[in-house]
């Protein structure tokens, strides 16, 4: 209050000085020190007056004030010492636990999967998901969810899973301690591709709320379906014309798919008429084999037994929409009986091209009794049937009917048939000359043309050629050639592979060494070993399921010292059977061979004979490129030893 009294006085005597008239240069210096003195006075007092005033702009008693004393800078650094401590420590905690045990896959909790690395399709087996805490705290909200590969098929678990067959909820999993889930179920798909099942585990540490993860994968291949499937089809196919395709299939020895659904998938000029089984009728159809409907041009398979099966698929072609088309026949193995909608995992498909062929005489072409590709034989003669008719509503004239016949392996010196053709080149013509009925075909007329061709016998292997026969037949009417499109179907015969096995019974080998014992020629009474050797040679194609065996007669029994360069050589006791198992056996081993002794002891009723030693050794396999059953057996070996120079003689058993 007093400052304020001040200051009013000190601005009224201002004021009366100001008005008053300054008498020297003195008084107006004096005047200029007092007015300036007065201002910074006054400038004090107002900033006093902010000072203590309170939010609302009022005065405020200082003496009612209360004042509290300032923190000094050592209590404001020992708080920032305990911040920074606490900080770090759970900053250190969080990247020891975070970082290290998780990005540097140094975690103590694991997850891994044990299982087979291959599996034949349809085959059950386990995935073993196993999962482990070695970490210092507990594990608590664990949910496991398992990713199956496509063509996994599931069929149970233990524990059972919470929901979808792959999602396992733990309530905790405490320190230092481990779990297994077992997920049993069967892979179904084409051979030799990979499955791949994931898992993912996430969980949290206790005294933690973030969730962590951790992922595991694993792979298993499937290496066989355990079926083997052929197929015979025409390459080409008549407009109208009923069609057909043979499927044949048998379960090798490993096969765990004993039903399957086969579709067609066609283009929609394609009709599928029907399919059964081939011999249904017969009493040679297989007797456990089942077929039932299963959609539209689709069908369910049940019962294969061990023997070839075969199916036989019926199609028609309503209009020529391209040159060519294509059925695709889907193999599946059906997940589960009551799956809604039913679900079917692919495991087999086959493609099969044909050139559509739109004519008014149709023409069929058959070789050796069927209309479709087949394997043949060095050697070998092709029996051909010709078969036409006018399907049009107008009379031809003039028909010429040509066979064509493609191949550098054709005995053409061999060629006979009824009405014989004029050859030129690769062709055989038939005209009114040797046909007369081919002058005037009226509608609805129709006939046969037969005849017959062998194949060359084997001669050196040349690759560069194309060891194989194209059969199609053409015509012309009235000297005019029909479009290429209007020809008969086209057979390929290709020719299988020179597969040749050499036998030869011997006492002495090429070095003229004993390889044998006992008395030449054998004697009644006494044991004599021989030596066999087998040697088999192939180079065009590679071979499948190749096996050798010759059963053994009565008073010749297996003497082992056996040994072959490939597969497995071996005496079946129950069967009294030598067998030579190589399985497959590639082009590039164009030579294996195997040997073994046999004991012949001539009994009484052999005295004076020339005894058999081996009946007639069979070699069996299959063409891998021809896909055809090759099947030779050689000529019975005796006791005249005819392959052996030193040994040989009249074989007569003394």
Known sequence: MKNEIKIKQSSSSLSEFVQRPLASDKEA???????????????????????????????????????????????????????????????????????????????????????????????????????????????????????????????????????????????????????????????????????????????????????????????????????????????SALINETNEIVVKFKAKIENYIDNFRLSVEHPEEVEIIGAELANASSSSAPAGLTIAQSGPGAWLLSNFGKNENEFKIKFKIKEKKSPSLNLKLKFALPEQASTTPAKYHSFYEKDLAYDVVKSDLNINLIINGSPFDQGVDFGQTLNYSINYANKGDSVMKDVIIMAVLESDFLNWQSLSGQNNGAVSGNTISWSKQEIPALAELVSGAEG???????????????????????????????????????????????????????????YFNDDNIAVGSGPIPPKVGQATSLKVYWSINNNLHELKNLRISVALPNNVSWDSK?????????????????????????????????????????????????????????????????????????????????????????????
């Not at 609302?56 to 004393?69: A, F, L, S, T």
């Not at 194209?470 to 179907?489: C, R, T």
């Not at 012949?600 to 299959?622: C, F, H, Q, W, Y």
Request: without cysteine.
């Open 448 to 506: 046969v043309i037969d005849f017959s061709i062998k194949l060359k016998s084997q001669t050196e292997i040349d690759l560069s050629k194309a060891y194989q026969v194209k059969s199609y037949v053409k015509y012309s009417i009235g000297g005019k050639s029909a479009p290429e499109d209007s020809q008969s179907n086209t057979i390929i015969n290709k020719i299988n592979s020179d597969l040749n096995l050499s036998e030869q019974v011997r």
């Open 29 to 235: 210096e004096a005047f200029d020190e007092y007015a300036e003195s007065e201002i910074k006075e006054k400038e004090i007092s107002d900033g006093l007056a902010r000072i203590y005033q309170d939010d609302q702009g009022n005065r405020v008693d200082v003496k009612k004030m209360e004042i509290r004393p300032k923190r000094g800078l050592l209590f404001n650094l020992f708080t920032f010492v305990i911040v920074v401590f606490v900080l770090g420590g759970a900053i250190y905690g969080a990247y020891n636990y975070i970082y290290l045990k998780m990005i540097n896959g140094k975690s103590s909790v694991s997850l891994e999967f044990d299982a087979v690395k291959e599996v034949v399709a349809g085959k059950e087996f386990y995935y073993d998901l196993n999962y482990k805490n070695e970490d210092k705290v507990g594990l608590a909200k664990i949910e496991i969810k398992a990713t199956y590969p496509d063509n996994f098929i599931f069929l149970s678990s233990d524990p059972a899973p919470g929901h979808n067959n792959n999602i396992w909820e733990i309530d905790s999993l405490d320190s230092h301690r481990s779990g297994s889930i077992r997920i049993k179920g069967k892979l179904a798909g084409p051979a030799d591709s990979g499955n791949i099942i994931l898992a993912d585990m996430a969980y949290t540490p206790q005294n933690f709320s973030s969730e962590f993860k951790k992922s595991t994968s694993f792979e298993t291949k499937i290496n066989d379906i355990g079926l083997d499937f052929s197929f015979n089809n025409a390459s």
């Open 562 to 654: 056996n040994r072959a360069s490939v597969g497995s050589l071996y005496y079946d006791g129950q069967a009294n059977q030598v067998i030579w198992q190589i399985g497959d056996l590639p082009v590039t081993v164009y030579k294996a061979d195997a040997e073994f002794n046999i004991s012949v002891a001539p009994s009484e009723d052999d005295r004076n004979k020339v005894m058999i030693i081996l009946p007639g050794t069979v070699v069996t396999a299959i063409d891998s490129e021809t896909n055809t059953q090759i099947s030779k057996t050689l000529k019975a070996e005796n006791t005249k030893l005819e392959d052996d120079s030193m040994a040989a003689g009249d074989g007569i058993v003394q």
